[in-house]
């Protein structure tokens, strides 16, 4: 079992930075890629940003958060971040920390574990 808890969420006016922070426990396989995903209201989950556990060779990021967010991993902590800048109210979500035993991919459906989640609200 592998239980993420995420942190770091809040408020900024758009144009700030937030970082945000997962912290993994429990059995983790090296192979484990660690993905982070964001929900809007009324609108279906969706990816964001990905790296794999192991050696951070491959970073994966949608196309509009692309030059925006950057994601890295600390693996003697167990930890994945997410460094967002240039903040705009559509990156408005509730976002996810979530962990699978494969590749990166897009789809939530193929990622094993889920944080709780935590809240980014951006302001015009």
């Known amino acids: 079992q592998v239980q993420l808890v995420e942190s770091g969420g809040g408020l900024v006016q758009a144009g700030g930075s937030l970082s945000l922070s997962c912290a993994a426990s429990?059995?983790?396989?090296?192979?484990?890629?660690m993905g982070w995903f964001r929900q809007a209201p009324g609108k279906e989950r969706e990816a964001v940003a990905a790296i794999n556990w192991s050696g951070g060779s491959y970073r994966y990021y949608k196309d509009s958060v692309k030059g925006r967010f950057t994601v890295s991993r600390d693996n003697a902590k167990n930890m994945v971040y997410l460094q967002m800048n240039s903040l705009k109210p559509e990156d408005t979500a509730v976002y996810y920390c979530?962990?699978?035993?494969?590749?990166?991919?897009?789809?939530?459906?193929?990622?094993?574990?889920w944080g709780q989640g935590t809240q980014v609200t951006v302001s015009s």
């Open positions: 979530a962990a699978r035993n494969g590749g990166s991919t897009w789809n939530p459906g193929l990622y094993d574990y």
């Open positions: 429990g059995r983790t396989f090296s192979s484990y890629t």
